[in-house]
């Protein structure tokens, strides 16, 4: 992410609704990145199949929190996914960071 030009704000941000994994500025936008990783052929699907309905909501309820605490109220905001693929030993196959994933 640093790589890409972002700035990380805060990692593992929690609070009583969930937890935002990453929070970080790409230019004016605060953008919210849901980190997910699978093992590749795995029984649970792909990583970018983890990221449901149900947890794009919650992120989304935590985010409202975060730019509350945060004093960014109004502030421009995306939500990026970063899904992870590992491979059967355990290492990083393949990265993918889908940006305003939803």
Same mark, same amino acid.
């Given at each position: 992410m640093v790589r890409l030009g972002y700035r990380i704000r805060e990692r593992n941000w929690r609070c009583r609704t969930g937890e935002l994994d990453i929070v970080a500025t790409d230019g004016d936008t605060t953008v919210i990145v849901e980190v997910r990783s699978r093992r590749e052929n795995g029984r649970?699907?792909? #990583? *970018?199949? #983890? *990221?449901t309905p149900r947890k794009c909501m919650q992120v989304r309820a935590t985010a409202q929190v975060y730019l509350r605490f945060a004093g960014l109220d109004g502030a421009r905001i995306r939500f990026d996914v970063v899904a992870v693929t590992n491979d059967e030993t355990g290492g990083v196959k393949e990265v993918r960071h889908l940006v305003g994933a939803f």
């Amino acid at each position: 992410m640093v790589r890409l030009g972002y700035r990380i704000r805060e990692r593992n941000w929690r609070c009583r609704t969930g937890e935002l994994d990453i929070v970080a500025t790409d230019g004016d936008t605060t953008v919210i990145v849901e980190v997910r990783s699978r093992r590749e052929n795995g029984r649970f699907g792909t #990583a *970018v199949e #983890a *990221v449901t309905p149900r947890k794009c909501m919650q992120v989304r309820a935590t985010a409202q929190v975060y730019l509350r605490f945060a004093g960014l109220d109004g502030a421009r905001i995306r939500f990026d996914v970063v899904a992870v693929t590992n491979d059967e030993t355990g290492g990083v196959k393949e990265v993918r960071h889908l940006v305003g994933a939803f």
